[in-house]
């Protein structure tokens, strides 16, 4: 699928890394249309929409919050959602340029399926506005309150950026300290190549 970039300028391609196939298909087993479920790092939007088709099949009235701190990213997605989306499905994506660590203050008591981190910079975008792990800690912290069990938590952390490292190991601290009885987590790598993306389950029971 081509999509346009709005900074740069020019279409490209989407090619989603093979850690990302997975997880889609992760997302399949766990989001149900009707589901409320948060996308806490847009970016340029692909995650939004791969999970506003879920929530939304059917007819079904699910509902995707999207946030960003970036106005660029909020464009991009908001683009690419008024693209492959129909005006109904359209509003049920809510696009917020807020950190993550609110998410709390915006869904409320609302019970949610599914939070995913994809951290990192803004593919062709400005890549000093970047995730960290003060921030990343704060929104896992809430985002494992507002999940309803049998929800899930997802984040695909990057190796080979400055600080990317230091934030996979925090996501992971975070992740091995949830408790047993509440909560089943895992990561997964591709183990011949060292750089390859980090994907982080947690699954409330
Ligand atoms: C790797 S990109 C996300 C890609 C996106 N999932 C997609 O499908 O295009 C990471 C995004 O996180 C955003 N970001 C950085 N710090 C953030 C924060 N504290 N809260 C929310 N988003 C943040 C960046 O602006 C960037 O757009």
Redesign the pocket.
């Known amino acids: 699928m081509c999509y346009w970039n709005l900074k740069l300028g020019f279409p490209f391609q989407r090619i989603p890394h093979a850690m990302g196939i997975v997880l889609c298909r992760v997302w399949r087993k766990v989001v149900r249309p009707g589901d409320i479920v948060i996308?806490?790092?847009?970016?340029?939007?692909?995650?939004t929409l791969e999970l506003a088709k879920m929530v939304c099949a059917d007819n079904a009235s699910g509902y995707v919050y999207a946030?960003?701190?970036?106005e660029d990213?909020l464009a991009n997605s908001s683009y690419l959602l008024d693209q492959h989306l129909d005006s109904v499905q359209r509003k049920r994506v809510k696009l917020l340029r807020l950190?993550?660590?609110q998410l709390e203050k915006i869904v409320g008591e609302t019970a949610v399926r599914l939070v995913t981190f994809?951290?990192?910079?803004?593919?062709g975008?400005d890549h000093t506005?970047?995730?960290n792990v003060d921030?990343t800690i704060q929104a896992l912290q809430a985002s494992s309150n507002v999940l309803q069990p049998g929800g899930l938590i997802s984040v695909i952390a990057y190796v080979g950026h400055s600080g990317g490292r230091e934030e996979f190991e925090a996501v992971m601290n975070f992740a091995a300290n949830l408790p047993t009885r509440e909560w089943i987590c895992s990561q997964h790598e591709w183990v011949n190549r060292p750089l390859s993306p980090r994907l982080i389950l947690m699954c409330k029971r």
């Open positions: 996308d806490a790092t847009c970016g340029n939007g692909h995650d946030f960003d701190v970036q990213a950190c993550h660590s994809n951290l990192g910079y803004l593919p975008g506005v970047i995730t921030t």
